[in-house]
């Protein structure tokens, strides 16, 4: 009996250890989208009239065809968002509201990686966060993801001390592939650190584990370009496992990536090593200018939207190319509506629509 009893625990040991998670593509059914609303305890009143109709934007189209799971600083502000949902008369049935105190509202980065266990049942990655190297203070987004799992009784896995990861910097097709820059997950260059002393295998084999991938595509990205030292998913997106959406190459060059890049990028291949299908969506015509009147040095780009249950939310700028980008976009979503969100002053702190939401898989 001590033997079986003994073999037994070490079997399950072992299958325990060897648990790996899927990370469902982001097209995949919903159950709610999160954001952390803006609020002026950080940046001031100014920088919150500016960007807040961004987020009223948001919750109105996702509300239509999932939950909507807004964080608010304080009680205080959950009352003031709710009078500013119904002044803007949406339906308040999809909404709910969580109360924690957030340095900022990039929930992509910090907020919690849900993905499935080998059972299907949602559960809750808390990876670290540092603020995109200790750029900015982080330490009550950090918290975010198990104040989340707290609150709604789900598992989270603590991932702290193994590995800083932050959502807008790995791209997924769904299938087993993930991309991501170097320069924004294991750069060991001063003012960039997530990860002190980590190496591309080890990297990869947590992304193999806690996304259940088992191919990792880098490119190099550039360090010190911007906040996030060049976050993939403002220049690439995975539409599904045959094809990706990015930009044509003067437009990535632009960017500030570079040729090496650009050609690994092109000729990327998924796991059944065919090269991925490309559809390219154009960066603005024109440089960006706030919607108060700020002439800003940046084009923007398209790329950074979100897909959601019903409804695609597109960056938009109040450009020409606002609409061929919408219509590009539409072509790859028939089943769900495209809804243009004007980002123009949220661009000017650095984001657009898919750096300030994060999806909820719905369960089995």
């Not at 001031?44 to 500016?50: F, I």
Request: glycine content about 8%; some cysteine; overall charge negative.
């Amino acid at each position: 009996m001590n033997k079986l009893f003994t073999l037994t625990f070490v079997m399950s040991f072992i299958v325990s250890m060897a648990q790996t998670y899927h990370f469902p593509e982001e097209s995949s059914r919903h159950e709610g989208t999160w954001l952390q609303w803006p609020h002026h305890y950080q940046h001031g009143v100014t920088y919150l009239k500016r960007v807040e109709q961004t987020w009223i934007d948001m919750t109105k189209a996702l509300q239509t065809g999932e939950k909507v799971h807004i964080i608010a600083y304080n009680n205080e502000e959950k009352n003031r968002i709710v009078s500013l949902l119904e002044q803007n008369k949406i339906p308040l049935k999809n909404v709910d509201f969580r109360i924690y105190p957030t340095d900022d509202v990039w929930v992509r980065d910090n907020g919690p990686i849900f993905v499935k266990d080998s059972k299907g049942n949602v559960v809750i990655e808390d990876w670290g966060f540092n603020g995109w190297g200790e750029k900015f203070e982080s330490e009550n987004c950090d918290q975010i993801p198990q104040r989340i799992g707290k609150d709604l009784g789900m598992k989270v896995i603590d991932l702290n001390e193994e590995m800083v990861n932050e959502g807008g910097s790995v791209e997924t097709d769904g299938n087993g592939v993930l991309m991501a820059c170097k320069s924004s997950v294991i750069s060991q260059k001063k003012g960039a650190i997530r990860n002190q002393g980590i190496t591309q295998q080890e990297a990869e084999e947590m992304f193999e584990t806690y996304y259940g991938v088992s191919k990792v595509i880098w490119l190099d990205g550039v360090t010190g370009l911007d906040v996030t030292d060049m976050h993939i998913d403002g220049f690439m997106k995975f539409v599904n496992h045959n094809t990706m959406i990015t930009m044509n190459e003067d437009d990535l060059l632009d960017l500030g990536l570079s040729e090496k890049d650009v050609n690994t990028l092109y000729t990327a291949s998924n796991t059944d090593g065919k090269e991925y299908k490309k559809v390219y969506l154009p960066a603005t015509k024109n440089k960006v200018k706030t919607a108060y009147g700020k002439q800003l040095d940046e084009k923007g780009s398209y790329i950074n939207y979100y897909v959601a249950n019903t409804v695609v939310l597109v960056p938009n700028y109040g450009d020409p190319n606002d609409q061929i980008a919408n219509t590009i976009i539409q072509k790859q979503y028939p089943g769900r509506k495209v809804i243009g969100i004007d980002v123009r002053n949220l661009y000017e702190n650095g984001g657009m629509v898919h750096c300030v939401t994060q999806q909820q898989p719905a369960g089995n």
